[in-house]
Structure formats: structure tokens, C-alpha cells
């Protein structure tokens, strides 16, 4: 654990331009909780790289219906209509984002939006059009501004700069057979093929799979298109979370566990051949209460430092650094002193 003295030299010296190749980043998610802290305080905060606003959190099943989004206490209950007239879940008024998202610009950061999450789970891409069309409306919504777009912005003239899947869906019945991966990889060939070319600057995607290998959700689209980074969740599944990894990094007689950091970097390595380059970072949560259904997969930070050095310099060049879920349960874990995240930076 760092001392006082130590940390606040650290977040002096942790303010700077972003750096897609560095292996010292620290991925925080932001949105969910009726307490959470602002997105300005989090966009304050030195030892935070890449902010993931969640959720936008249902998707259209036809042209000219709007997704929904949920950022939680972060936005009032007024809600856009949708071509059809009909009252979508897109809220219009988070005036506290747009203020957020700015004091990210001016603090070097990267904000993604990301698509997903845990609840509600009963969102697909029935077709390769409508995750085009989703992809369009997001990039016009969300991305830089465009005089030619005539549809809703809810956070202004801020723009997002790029996107993360966290697709966490299960329906039962199924709607259709491969409902949790189809059409996925057509959505980020969009954006990073299509859209992002269009407009000046860096756009990111990036995919946050479960620990275990290969994932269900994600992993047809991370062989079939690009993504920048990926923040595995080593939490919310024993079998292979945070605590397998100190139990192994830690050991005098180097015990085999069911970490699977090493098998992920081998499975890239072999699939994600759209962007060979795509690096891979190690997800945790930023206190017990962050994953109260897998309170082992939390690390304390002496025990995260032993497992982040290990695998930072057994993987130099494929390492990107850390995902923490979420912004106010680190900044409630502070750890004597900083944040969680101020450690793991």
C-alpha cells in the first residue's frame, strides 16, 4: 500500500495525454448506482485513463426506433420520441454529463460509451441492418457533431470517443438461435470502417468479456473486427477471478489455478487478427461491494500489485493495464489514504 506522501506524488505526475499503447492505464466504468459520484469528480481524478459511461442498455428491433440508455442519478426522466412518434428510453437531459465529458477533454482522457450491461439482459441484434442502423444513430447521437445529422444529441456538441461492449443478454426462451453473439462484429466494422474515418482524431472500441474462455457474448466479434482494447471481467465467476490469480502468482511452488489471463492472451493471439496489436487488461473490482455475489475476486492492493506486476512483465507488449468496475465504489475505498484506483495506477 502506498504511503500518503507517495500517492499524492503519483497523482501529480499521472496527468497527461492518453496513450493507447501505454501498459499502465486504468479503465474505470461510470453510470450506475442512485449515489454515484459526478463523471467531473471521476474526471478529476489523475489516476483514471478511460472513463466507460454505462449504459445505453436496450437496442431498436427496426429502423426509426431509438435505443434506451440508463446513466442512472446522472439524468432526469425526460425522454426522447422516436421516428414513430412513440416515447422511447432515451433520456434527453444529463446536463451533468455534459459537464463531465468536458473536464475529461480538458484532462487528457478517453470517455466511451458503453452498450450492455446487466440489466435489463433481453437485448440483441436480430440483423446485420439494424446493428448498422444502431451503429449510425450512435455515431451521430453520441459522436462528433455533424451539420447532416438531424437526430437527438443528448449530451450536445460533447461526443463520445469511441465504444465499449459489455453485453451481459440472456432471455429465455431464446428470441432466435445465437441471439447472444450475432450481428456484433457488424456493429463494430461500422464504426471503426465506416464512421470513424469520417471525422478528424483517434475513436476507440473496446469489449469487456467474462474470465471465461472463449466468451459466448463476445468472442465471434473480437475474431471478426477491431477492438482497441479488452477489459476482461475477472470477477462475477469464481472459477477463473482475481483471487485464482494471487493464489498462483503468489505461491513458493508456482500452483497451477484457473486464472485465465495466460489463456486469453494465447486466444487473441490466435483470433483477434483484425488488430493483432489489441491489447488486454486485467478487470477487478474497486471494493467487495462492486461484486457482492464474488466477494473473492476482490484484491487488496498489495495483493493486486503482486498480480498486476506478474502479468505486466510476463506480457510487456500485449498488457494494457487495469479495468475497475465502478467509479463510486473506488472512490468509497480509499484505502487509508487513495482511492483504489490511485493504487492500481
Same mark, same amino acid.
Given at each position: 500500500?502506498?504511503?500518503?506522501?507517495?500517492?499524492?506524488?503519483?497523482?501529480? %505526475?499521472?496527468?497527461?495525454?492518453?496513450d493507447?499503447?501505454?501498459? =499502465?492505464?486504468?479503465? #474505470?466504468?461510470?453510470? !450506475?448506482?442512485?449515489? !454515484?459520484?459526478?463523471?467531473?469528480?471521476?474526471?478529476?481524478d489523475p489516476?483514471?485513463?478511460?472513463?466507460?459511461?454505462?449504459?445505453?442498455?436496450?437496442?431498436?428491433?427496426?429502423?426509426?426506433? $431509438?435505443? +434506451?440508455t440508463?446513466?442512472?442519478?446522472?439524468?432526469d426522466?425526460?425522454?426522447? /420520441?422516436d421516428?414513430f412518434?412513440n416515447?422511447?428510453?432515451?433520456?434527453?437531459?444529463?446536463?451533468?454529463?455534459?459537464?463531465? #465529458?468536458?473536464?475529461?477533454?480538458? =484532462?487528457?482522457?478517453?470517455?466511451?460509451?458503453?452498450?450492455?450491461?446487466?440489466?435489463p439482459?433481453?437485448?440483441?441484434?436480430?440483423?446485420?441492418?439494424?446493428?448498422?442502423?444502431?451503429?449510425?444513430?450512435?455515431?451521430?447521437?453520441?459522436g462528433?457533431?455533424?451539420?447532416?445529422w438531424?437526430?437527438?444529441?443528448?449530451?450536445?456538441?460533447?461526443?463520445?470517443?469511441?465504444?465499449?461492449?459489455?453485453?451481459?443478454?440472456?432471455?429465455?426462451?431464446?428470441?432466435?438461435?445465437?441471439?447472444?453473439?450475432?450481428?456484433?462484429?457488424?456493429?463494430?466494422n461500422?464504426?471503426?470502417?465506416?464512421?470513424?474515418?469520417?471525422? +478528424?482524431? =483517434?475513436?476507440?472500441? %473496446?469489449?469487456?468479456p467474462?474470465?471465461?474462455?472463449?466468451?459466448?457474448?463476445?468472442?465471434?466479434?473480437?475474431?471478426?473486427?477491431? &477492438?482497441? &482494447?479488452?477489459?476482461?471481467?475477472?470477477?462475477n465467476?469464481p472459477?477463473?477471478?482475481?483471487?485464482?490469480? $494471487?493464489?498462483?502468482?503468489? +505461491?513458493?511452488?508456482?500452483?497451477?489455478?484457473?486464472?485465465?489471463?495466460?489463456?486469453?492472451? *494465447?486466444w487473441l493471439?490466435?483470433?483477434?487478427?483484425?488488430? @493483432?496489436?489489441?491489447?488486454l487488461?486485467?478487470?477487478?473490482?474497486?471494493?467487495?461491494? +462492486?461484486?457482492?455475489?464474488?466477494? *473473492?475476486?476482490?484484491?487488496?492492493p498489495?495483493?493486486a500489485?503482486t498480480?498486476? /506486476?506478474? $502479468? /505486466?512483465?510476463k506480457y @510487456?507488449?500485449? &498488457?494494457?493495464?487495469? #479495468?475497475?468496475?465502478?467509479? *463510486?465504489?473506488?472512490? /468509497?475505498?480509499?484505502?487509508?489514504?487513495?482511492?483504489?484506483?490511485?493504487? #492500481?495506477?
Amino acid at each position: 500500500m502506498f504511503s500518503r506522501s507517495v500517492a499524492l506524488g503519483l497523482l501529480a %505526475s499521472t496527468v497527461s495525454a492518453f496513450d493507447a499503447s501505454a501498459s =499502465n492505464n486504468v479503465a #474505470m466504468y461510470w453510470g !450506475q448506482g442512485s449515489n !454515484q459520484i459526478s463523471l467531473k469528480e471521476l474526471c478529476n481524478d489523475p489516476s483514471v485513463d478511460i472513463v466507460n459511461l454505462a449504459f445505453v442498455n436496450q437496442f431498436p428491433k427496426k429502423r426509426g426506433e $431509438y435505443p +434506451a440508455t440508463n446513466f442512472a442519478n446522472a439524468c432526469d426522466d425526460i425522454f426522447y /420520441k422516436d421516428d414513430f412518434g412513440n416515447e422511447s428510453g432515451l433520456r434527453s437531459s444529463c446536463p451533468t454529463i455534459i459537464q463531465g #465529458m468536458q473536464t475529461c477533454r480538458d =484532462n487528457g482522457k478517453k470517455v466511451l460509451l458503453s452498450i450492455g450491461g446487466g440489466y435489463p439482459t433481453d437485448y440483441y441484434l436480430k440483423t446485420r441492418d439494424i446493428a448498422e442502423y444502431l451503429a449510425d444513430f450512435l455515431w451521430g447521437a453520441f459522436g462528433p457533431p455533424d451539420a447532416q445529422w438531424t437526430g437527438p444529441r443528448p449530451f450536445g456538441n460533447q461526443y463520445v470517443d469511441g465504444f465499449d461492449l459489455d453485453l451481459e443478454a440472456y432471455m429465455t426462451p431464446e428470441p432466435f438461435t445465437g441471439y447472444l453473439s450475432a450481428n456484433y462484429e457488424h456493429l463494430v466494422n461500422r464504426w471503426k470502417n465506416v464512421l470513424f474515418p469520417t471525422k +478528424a482524431g =483517434n475513436f476507440y472500441i %473496446s469489449g469487456a468479456p467474462q474470465c471465461v474462455v472463449p466468451d459466448v457474448r463476445l468472442s465471434d466479434a473480437i475474431s471478426r473486427s477491431h &477492438f482497441d &482494447f479488452i477489459f476482461v471481467q475477472f470477477y462475477n465467476t469464481p472459477l477463473c477471478n482475481a483471487r485464482r490469480a $494471487y493464489e498462483g502468482v503468489s +505461491a513458493s511452488n508456482g500452483v497451477v489455478t484457473t486464472f485465465t489471463f495466460d489463456t486469453w492472451v *494465447t486466444w487473441l493471439k490466435q483470433h483477434s487478427t483484425v488488430n @493483432p496489436n489489441v491489447k488486454l487488461y486485467l478487470g477487478l473490482p474497486a471494493d467487495k461491494g +462492486a461484486a457482492p455475489n464474488d466477494q *473473492t475476486s476482490y484484491l487488496e492492493p498489495s495483493e493486486a500489485n503482486t498480480v498486476l /506486476k506478474y $502479468y /505486466k512483465n510476463k506480457y @510487456p507488449s500485449v &498488457f494494457g493495464g487495469v #479495468m475497475l468496475w465502478e467509479a *463510486t465504489f473506488n472512490a /468509497k475505498n480509499t484505502c487509508n489514504g487513495p482511492t483504489y484506483a490511485t493504487n #492500481m495506477k
